[in-house]
């Protein structure tokens, strides 16, 4: 049976600090809702009410786009080992570029990663603990490190053209603001 709580407690930061992968999940009052993996280092929690996520370069930028029309957000963590547990975070969320006062502030909270675009912070609202047992077990190998590699690749000119062309506008033609 699920539970309905409105912070986290330090065994669910526990639970969060041991995950290898979360999802987001957002979507504006029309058109496609978007739900996209994340991984690497790229997650911290400031307090039992406040999360913020490094979101790196991707092949779109959907939940830019959508934060920045309808702050609703949802985050979700699955075990894919141990207990069986499935755990959500609601809430709202903005998305703070590089060239601005939260980034400059925030962003020495993760390592340096090549194509970092943006911090997205995460005010809670409600914390939903449910079962995983549908979830499979599956064992971890290691990250994948494609994504930095390529962006490593790409430079600072590279990735900045690379917005221009791939992030700046959603699926629905709504403005990322990336280049803000």
């Known amino acids: 049976m699920g539970r309905k709580l409105d912070k986290l407690t330090p065994a669910l930061i526990d639970f969060i600090k041991n995950q290898k992968l979360f999802f987001v999940a957002t979507a504006m009052d029309e058109g496609f809702i978007n739900l996209s993996p994340k991984g690497l280092d790229s997650f911290r929690i400031v307090n039992e009410n406040n999360v ?6 991707g092949s779109g930028n959907e939940t830019a786009a959508h934060l920045k029309n309808n702050s609703r957000i949802t985050l979700m963590f699955c075990a894919f080992d141990g207990d069986p547990i499935i755990l959500r975070l609601y809430g709202n969320a903005e998305v703070y570029h590089r060239n601005s006062q939260f980034w400059k502030e ?22 939903q603990i449910s079962c995983g047992m549908g979830v499979p ?3 971890y190998k290691n990250q994948r490190q494609a994504l930095v590699d390529w962006a490593e690749n790409q430079g600072e000119e590279g990735l900045k053209k690379y917005w221009e062309k791939k992030n700046t506008v959603s699926l629905d033609g709504f403005d990322t603001h990336i280049l803000d």
């Open 52 to 57: 913020i996520w490094l979101n790196l370069t």
């Open 137 to 139: 077990i599956m064992e």
């Open 106 to 127: 925030h962003i020495t909270l993760f390592p340096k990663l090549a194509g970092s675009r943006q911090l997205v912070d995460v005010k809670i609202d409600m914390v």
